[in-house]
């Protein structure tokens, strides 16, 4: 065994600093978005309680200019004395001054000013007798205020005013507030940072040096070299905190561990290869014995049950039950002898659509059992493959019998052969409620049922379809499954087809 090179990004010192970085970033961007929203909320409740004495003040000039100039309350005196109503409004500090009649019509003031201003909402506002004001933010600490007013004079409304004002002194102050904080912010969330990536440097360094020696004892355990000896040399025995206590159990659990291998490494090999042969064995054998005892009572009692009268069912069985029981007594000889006994039956070309009508006609008595009918189509033809004949016997017994064991009731089972290409394909397919897409790769898997309630036969070990897989592997062809949900199922079975000359 050889040490992992562990990358930094793994460790814990990296999980711990994006733990800490990554709130503390997010916490640094929140308190600055907060911050600003909150100097802007200031900055225009300023500006707001600022443009109401704007408005009064831009009141009071229009009044004092029409009254100085005997001149009527009225929007024909605002009209008439617009130059001098914009020039006391340029004295008292306004910028781009617009002034403009009630339907918005400009009557003093720069005329590109005014078409870039038209449209904006405060101006808008403004024509519906609403003083209003628009802020817009720029780059360089900028900040520009523009505010629209009606001009009512004793109930008339008689005009417009709009003009801009500049900010942006209030505007950077603030700015300047908002940068210091956040940089002493950075400042102490950086130094709190290193203190505490320190901290756990120093903590887990220790625990990096046990994973260390643990690698080590690992990749000398096998050959029974002490790692006592490592340990020693990390000199951590002698702290008195956890690590020290970690260490010392650490050495008690390695000379357990030490004493128990050379035990466990005499007894393995034998263990697994006792396990893994017999229990294979048996398991396959079980699973094989079943069939042909199911096909022999099933004739025996159809026949019992029609008497002797009935001739052809008479000699159907009988050849049934003799070639089931021939078939059968050859497996009993095999399971009582030897188990590591070589397979002694020789592959040779053999006519496959001969192989299936033989198992669809064995297989009927069972389907007519659980009242389904089993449908051939294509043996009329020859279908030569070089194989042995008992293992593709079992492998198409095993897919029609799983086929009849999940069917739906008074369903068809479909079986057909025909040639493709340079194979030879058998498909199976029955209705039934099916297999869903995350079970299709699972059921050539030993033991794996894909679902027990719904099959109509118990006591299936799972066993059938991980055998024919096997045994598709042996002859150098393959067996898949394609399943509709509660529609059908179809398994289709390739064996490479053999020249009809071919001999083996």
């Not at 929140?30 to 900055?43: D, G, K, P």
């Not at 006994?341 to 389907?367: F, G, P």
């Amino acid at each position: 065994m050889h040490q992992k090179k562990r990358r930094f990004f793994h460790s814990i010192l990296f999980r711990i600093s994006l733990w800490i970085l990554l709130p503390g970033i997010a916490g640094m961007f929140l308190v600055a978005y907060f911050v600003e929203v909150q100097m802007q909320y200031h900055i225009e409740k300023q500006i707001m309680e600022e443009l109401q004495q704007v408005r009064d003040n831009s009141l009071l000039y229009v009044r004092q200019t029409l009254l100085l100039n005997g001149s009527r309350m009225d929007a024909a005196g605002f009209e008439l004395y617009r130059n001098e109503i914009e020039k006391q409004l340029n004295i008292a500090g306004y910028r781009e001054v617009l002034l403009c009649d009630p339907e918005g019509m400009l009557l003093a003031g720069d005329s590109k000013i005014f078409e870039s201003r038209k449209d904006q909402e405060d101006f808008a506002r403004a024509k519906e007798q609403e003083s209003a004001f628009l802020v817009c933010y720029g780059n360089n600490d900028q900040c520009d205020v523009y505010f629209s007013m009606p001009v009512n004079l004793n109930g008339q409304f008689i005009g417009i005013i709009s003009s801009s004002f500049d900010y942006g002194e209030l505007y950077g102050g603030q700015s300047d507030t908002i940068e210091r904080m956040i940089w002493i912010t950075v400042a102490v969330f950086t130094l709190i940072c290193l203190v505490i990536w320190f901290t756990v440097y120093r903590i887990l360094s220790p625990i990096r040096k046990l994973s260390w020696a643990a690698s080590e004892i690992s990749s000398h355990l096998a050959d029974g070299e002490q790692g006592g000896i490592i340990l020693d040399k990390l000199q951590l025995q002698g702290r008195r905190d956890e690590i020290g206590e970690l260490c010392s159990n650490y050495m008690e659990m390695l000379q357990i561990i030490e004493e128990q291998f050379q035990k466990i490494r005499a007894d393995k090999d034998r263990i697994l290869t006792l396990w893994s042969s017999r229990q294979e064995f048996y398991n396959n054998m079980t699973h094989e014995l079943k069939t042909p005892l199911t096909t022999i009572s099933g004739y025996a009692q159809l026949m019992e049950k029609n008497g002797p009268g009935d001739e052809e069912l008479f000699y159907t069985g009988t050849g049934h039950i003799l070639k089931e029981s021939t078939r059968l007594h050859r497996m009993v000889v095999q399971l009582l002898e030897l188990q590591d006994k070589a397979d002694t039956e020789e592959a040779r070309q053999l006519n496959l659509a001969e192989i299936v009508e033989s198992v669809t006609e064995t297989m009927k008595i069972k389907a007519n059992r659980y009242d389904n009918t089993l449908t051939l189509n294509g043996t009329k033809e020859c279908f030569p493959v070089i194989g042995k004949e008992d293992k593709i016997r079992q492998v198409l017994i095993n897919v029609v019998d799983n086929a009849i064991k999940y069917g739906e009731p008074g369903k068809p089972i479909h079986i057909r052969i025909t040639r493709q290409a340079t194979q030879v394909q058998i498909t199976v397919s029955n209705q039934g409620q099916g297999i869903r897409k995350d079970e299709l790769e699972m059921i050539f898997e030993p033991f794996y049922r894909a679902d027990k309630g719904l099959s109509r036969e118990m006591g299936s070990s799972g066993l059938g379809l991980s055998i024919a897989a096997r045994i598709m592997d042996e002859h150098q062809g393959h067996i898949t499954a394609d399943s509709i949900p509660g529609k059908e199922t179809v398994f289709t079975i390739c064996f490479p087809a053999a020249d009809r000359k071919e001999e083996v």
